[in-house]
C-alpha cells in the first residue's frame, strides 16, 4: 500500500479530511483536493503522498448511501477508499511524516446541487455556487444537474436494508445541554421516513435505542423525521429514560421563545415512553433545531 510505502521511504503524509459527518461535500472535497494536490506535484519532485481520508470507520460506510452513490457512479470503489481504521494518524505523527488539512465544503457540483436544493433555495445559494455549477455546465456537455441533484437525493433518502441502528447513525449529531446542573448530551438523528412507519417497522424501538443511546454516551434523543413522499412533512419523537431530561426537552421545544416549530402532538402506535409530534413548521430543520435546543 502507498502509505506504507511512504512510512518506511520517510516520504510526508499529507492527509486531507473532512468533517466526522463524512456527508457529501466533506467527502468529495477530500478526494478532489487530495487529487489536486497530487496532480499538481512535479514528477521529479514527488516527495509526498496525499491521502483523501473519510472521517468514518469503514462500517459506517453503507450507511452514508448519497456518498456511497455518487463515488460508485465516478468509479470509485469501497476498496479504493482509505477510512479512519486504515491509516494510524498518531504513528505518522511521533515520526514526524503528517501534515493534516482539514476540509469542510467544497466547490463542487453534486455536494452545491444538495447543499442548495439545486440551487433553488436562495436563502443557501450564493453567487459562488451558480457561477461554479454553470463553469461545470460549460466543461461538460452531458452535464444534467437537475438528473444529478435527482439521483442523489433518492440515494440519499434511501434506508432499506439498514438496521434501526444504522438509520440512527446514518444522519446524526449532537447537542450539549445543561439540565438540572448537569449537562446532557443528546442524539438528534435525521430519518427520512414517515414517523409512523419507523415505529410499525422496526421491533422493540425503546430497548434498541436504549442500546444505542449507551453507546453514544448520551441520556436523550430527539429524533426528527421527514416524509417526503407527496409534500414534505416533519415530525419528532422525543426520548430519555430520565423523566425529568423528557419534561424539560419537552417543555423547551414546546414553549420556545425564539421559533415556533408548530407542535402538534400525535398517538403513534408501538411508540410508548416517546413524546410525538407533527411539526408543521416544515421550514425549521436541524439547523433550526440545534441552536434552539442550546438556548431554551
Not at 6 to 30: F, P, Q, Y
Not at 100 to 125: H, P, Q, W, Y
Not at 178 to 196: D, L, Q, W
Not at 277 to 295: C, D, G, M
Amino acid at each position: 500500500m502507498a502509505i506504507s510505502k511512504a512510512i518506511t521511504s520517510a516520504i510526508t503524509i499529507h492527509v486531507v479530511v473532512g468533517n466526522e459527518a463524512c456527508d457529501l461535500d466533506s467527502a468529495v472535497c477530500a478526494i478532489c483536493l487530495a487529487f489536486a494536490l497530487n496532480q499538481n506535484q512535479k514528477q521529479n519532485e514527488r516527495r509526498t503522498v496525499y491521502v483523501p481520508l473519510l472521517n468514518i470507520s469503514r462500517k459506517d460506510y453503507r450507511i452514508r448511501t448519497e456518498v456511497k452513490y455518487l463515488l460508485e457512479n465516478v468509479g470509485i470503489a469501497e476498496e479504493d477508499l482509505c477510512f479512519l481504521e486504515d491509516i494510524n494518524l498518531r504513528l505518522l505523527h511521533e515520526k514526524k511524516l503528517l501534515k493534516i488539512t482539514l476540509v469542510d465544503f467544497n466547490t463542487f457540483a453534486g455536494a452545491i446541487l444538495i447543499d442548495t436544493t439545486c440551487l433553488e433555495d436562495r436563502s443557501k445559494t450564493t453567487e459562488k455556487d451558480i457561477n461554479i455549477v454553470d463553469e461545470i455546465e460549460k466543461q461538460f456537455v452531458d452535464f444534467d444537474r437537475n438528473a444529478l441533484y435527482n439521483n442523489i437525493l433518492v440515494a440519499k433518502d434511501q434506508i432499506s436494508g439498514l438496521t434501526l441502528e444504522e438509520i440512527l447513525r446514518k444522519d446524526l449529531k449532537f447537542a450539549d445541554k445543561m439540565i438540572n446542573n448537569h449537562m446532557v448530551k443528546i442524539a438528534i438523528p435525521v430519518i427520512r421516513i414517515n414517523i409512523h412507519d419507523f415505529f410499525e417497522e422496526n421491533s422493540d424501538v425503546e430497548g434498541r435505542i436504549k442500546k444505542q443511546l449507551e453507546m453514544f454516551n448520551s441520556s436523550a434523543l430527539i429524533i426528527m423525521f421527514m416524509d417526503t413522499k407527496v409534500n414534505l412533512r416533519r415530525f419528532i419523537a422525543v426520548y430519555s429514560y430520565e423523566n425529568d431530561i423528557l419534561e424539560k426537552l419537552i417543555n423547551g421545544l414546546v414553549n420556545s421563545k425564539t421559533v415556533d416549530l408548530k407542535f402538534q402532538k400525535i398517538i403513534v402506535k408501538n411508540s410508548e415512553n416517546f413524546i410525538c409530534f407533527e411539526q408543521l413548521n416544515i421550514s425549521a430543520s436541524r439547523k433550526v433545531l440545534l441552536p434552539l435546543i442550546e438556548n431554551f
